[in-house]
C-alpha cells in the first residue's frame, strides 16, 4: 500500500495537486461498486462500503462511519493512512477542517468530478474558497497510475420480466415523466444504477450483489437513450427496449450526447446523484430535484409484495438448513466463518429463483461479531466452537424478492450478561416492529422504539436501525430510512424497511437481531386520521436460549409466541421431517 500512496504523490507532484479527495464510490454515487473503480481501496487498503480517503503531500487519513471503524483499525495498519473517528459518513465540512490545517492559502485540491455529485463538488468549491485554496475537478489518478487495474464489467443485461416486476415499462416512464413536467421540467438524466434498472424493468450483474447493470438513461417526450456497453445487449434485451422506443448508444458517449444537448431544454437533475462532470457539461436549464424514480420504487405493488413473502418462505427454510449444519457441526471444531457463508450459499442456491447473494455475509464469531460490518478472509476466520456468541447477518436475491436477516445465536453455554444483552435488543426489536403511527410519520420518530431499552441503560448503537430495500435490487435503498438523523421523508403503504437494532462490545462479543418490515394500513380512527403499522416479512425464529425472560412483559412474550406461530406454520411446507421437528424444537411457546 505504501507503493502505491506513493506512486500517487508523485503525480500530485507532477501535476501540481497538493491534496486530493478519494470517495469509495463510482460515477453512479453507488454505494456498492464494480473492482474498476475502487481507487480508494488500491490506495488505502479499506475495503468498506463507506470510507473517503484524503491524501496530502505528506499525510493521509481516511474517514468512515462507526459500522467500520474495527475494520478500518485492522486493513489500515502500515498503510500510512490514519484512521479519523468521527460519527459521521465522510462529512465533507470535517475533511475540510483537516485540509485546512493541512494545506496552505493558494494550495490546489484536487478530485476526480466524475466520482463526485453536483452537489458534494458545489459544496468542496464553496469550501475552498473560504479556505483560499484552488479546486480541481479533472484530476484523474486511476486512469494514470493504476497500472493493474480491473477491467470495466461487462456481464450481459437481461429482462426482469413483469410476472416479477408486477408493472410494464411504459406505465413506469410515464409516471416518472409526469413528475418531471410537474417539476418543471422536460427531460430527466437518471444516472442511479438501480433507477434504471427498476425503471425499465432490466437487470445485470455489473456490481457483486446488486443485480444491475452499468449504465445512464436520459428521458424526454421525443427521446429515451440508454448509455450502456453494446456487448451487454442481446436480442432480448433489445427487443424488449425497442418495444418502449427506448434506444441504445454506447456507455461513453453520454458527454458527447449531453454537450450537443439544445440550450431551449429544461432537463430535471438530482443533485446528489448525477456526477460533476456530466452536470458541468449541460448549457441547457437546469431544474434541481430529487429523482421521482426513488419515492416511486419505494412503494412497492402488490406483485413485488407477494414475491417479497413467497422469497421470504424460501429463505427461511434455507435458513433453517443453515442453522441446523452450524449446530451440528460448530461443536467439533472443523468449520470457521468462511465456511458458514459458503454453506449458506449452498443452501439458498436450491431454490430456482436464486441470483446470490445480497451481500457479503457477516459471520462473526465472539469478539468478530462486534466488527458491525466483519468481513471475514481467509487469514482472519475463527473457528466455530461448542461456545460462544455467532452473529449471522446475510440476504439473498431472488427474482421475486431481496432478502436481508440478522440473527445472534449462542453455540452453548451463554453467559447471564449476554442473555441480559441479547433481551434488551430483542426488547427494541419487538417494540418497533408493533409500533402503531399516523399517517406522516417519519422514520426518525419511530427510531427511539428500537433504541430505549439500551438507551435505559446508557447504552446505544452507532448503525441506523432501519434502511428501505429493493425489489431483486440494492439491499439498501431510500428514499425512506428510520435513524437518528433527520429523514423527512413519510413512511408509505408499501414501503419495506429493516428493523435492526444490536449491540456491541469491543473484544467481546456482538448482537443484532434483524427483520424486514412492510408498512401496512393500520387502525383508522374518526378523531385522530388514520394509522399505520408493521407486517414483518421475514421468517425465522429468535433464539430464545438467550432471551431473559424475566426482563420481558407479557406483551411481549405473546408477541415472540405469534410470531413463531406464523414461522412454523409458513416454513413447515418447505422442510423434511428432521427439519420439521428442529424448527417446532426452535418455536415452542415460552
Request: charged share 25%; with cysteine; proline share 4%.
Amino acid at each position: 500500500m505504501n507503493t502505491n500512496l506513493g506512486n500517487l504523490r508523485e503525480l500530485m507532484r507532477a501535476k501540481g495537486v497538493d491534496a486530493v479527495i478519494i470517495p469509495g464510490t463510482d460515477p453512479h454515487q453507488s454505494e456498492y461498486v464494480s473492482d474498476y473503480w475502487k481507487f480508494r481501496d488500491w490506495v488505502s487498503g479499506f475495503t468498506g462500503s463507506n470510507g473517503t480517503a484524503v491524501v496530502t503531500l505528506n499525510k493521509a487519513s481516511l474517514w468512515t462511519d462507526s459500522r467500520y471503524f474495527l475494520q478500518a483499525e485492522i486493513e489500515l495498519k502500515g498503510s500510512g493512512f490514519e484512521l479519523q473517528n468521527v460519527e459521521y459518513r465522510g462529512e465533507l465540512q470535517l475533511i475540510m477542517k483537516w485540509l485546512a490545517k493541512e494545506m496552505s492559502e493558494d494550495d490546489t485540491l484536487a478530485v476526480d468530478g466524475r466520482l463526485f455529485s453536483l452537489m458534494e463538488a458545489n459544496r468542496l468549491e464553496q469550501l475552498c474558497g473560504e479556505n483560499g485554496f484552488l479546486f480541481a475537478t479533472d484530476f484523474y489518478p486511476a486512469d494514470e497510475i493504476w497500472e493493474d487495474r480491473p477491467s470495466r464489467p461487462m456481464s450481459p443485461a437481461f429482462v426482469h420480466d413483469e410476472e416479477y416486476a408486477g408493472e410494464d415499462v411504459e406505465s413506469k416512464l410515464s409516471r416518472t415523466m409526469e413528475k418531471v413536467e410537474q417539476s418543471g421540467a422536460d427531460s430527466i438524466l437518471i444516472t442511479a444504477l438501480d433507477e434504471i434498472a427498476w425503471l425499465l424493468n432490466l437487470r445485470g450483474s455489473d456490481v457483486d450483489f446488486t443485480p444491475v447493470a452499468i449504465a445512464y438513461f436520459y428521458m424526454s417526450e421525443k427521446d429515451r437513450t440508454l448509455f450502456i456497453d453494446s456487448n451487454k445487449v442481446d436480442s432480448e434485451v433489445e427487443n424488449h427496449l425497442s418495444k418502449y422506443n427506448v434506444r441504445i448508444k454506447d456507455y461513453d458517449e453520454i458527454e458527447r450526447f449531453l454537450d450537443k444537448r439544445n440550450v431551449n431544454d429544461t432537463i430535471m437533475l438530482d443533485p446528489n446523484k448525477v456526477s460533476d462532470t456530466l452536470g458541468q457539461i449541460l448549457e441547457c436549464d437546469k431544474v434541481y430535484g430529487t429523482s421521482p424514480v426513488e419515492a416511486l420504487k419505494g412503494i412497492k405493488n402488490e406483485v413485488q409484495i407477494n414475491g417479497f413473502r413467497h422469497a421470504m418462505e424460501r429463505d427461511g427454510a434455507a435458513l433453517v438448513r443453515l442453522f441446523m449444519w452450524i449446530e451440528q457441526n460448530a461443536p467439533s471444531g472443523t468449520v470457521n466463518e468462511l465456511d458458514v457463508w459458503e454453506q449458506g450459499k449452498l443452501e439458498r442456491g436450491k431454490s430456482d429463483l436464486y441470483r446470490g447473494d445480497s451481500f457479503e455475509m457477516i459471520c462473526g464469531y465472539r469478539e468478530h461479531g462486534a466488527i458491525v460490518h466483519y468481513s471475514a478472509t481467509p487469514e482472519s476466520a475463527s473457528t466455530l466452537q461448542g461456545a460462544g456468541l455467532l452473529l449471522v447477518d446475510s440476504g439473498a436475491q431472488y427474482l421475486d424478492g431481496t432478502t436481508d436477516i440478522t440473527r445472534t445465536i449462542t453455540l452453548g453455554n451463554p453467559t447471564e450478561q449476554e442473555k441480559h444483552d441479547f433481551t434488551l435488543v430483542l426488547k427494541g426489536h419487538l417494540a418497533l416492529s408493533r409500533a402503531k403511527f399516523p399517517v406522516g410519520t417519519t422514520g426518525v420518530q419511530l427510531d427511539a422504539f428500537a433504541r430505549m431499552p439500551l438507551w435505559q441503560e446508557g447504552m446505544t448503537y452507532g448503525h441506523g436501525t432501519g434502511h428501505g430495500m429493493g425489489h431483486f435490487l440494492s439491499c439498501h435503498e431510500g428514499p425512506h430510512s428510520i435513524r437518528t438523523s433527520l429523514n423527512p421523508v413519510a413512511l408509505e403503504p408499501g414501503m419495506v424497511t429493516s428493523n435492526e437494532p444490536g449491540l456491541y462490545k469491543e473484544g467481546e462479543y456482538g448482537i443484532r437481531t434483524e427483520n424486514i418490515l412492510l408498512v401496512v394500513e393500520g387502525p383508522k380512527a374518526k378523531k385522530f386520521g388514520d394509522f399505520l403499522e408493521f407486517e414483518t416479512l421475514t421468517l425465522f425464529p429468535y433464539d430464545t436460549r438467550l432471551i431473559d425472560f424475566s426482563m420481558l412483559t407479557d406483551e411481549e412474550i405473546q408477541q415472540i409466541n405469534d410470531y413463531h406461530a406464523m414461522v412454523l406454520e409458513r416454513l413447515t411446507p418447505y422442510l423434511n421431517e428432521e427439519e420439521k421437528l428442529w424448527l417446532a424444537e426452535k418455536c415452542a411457546s415460552v
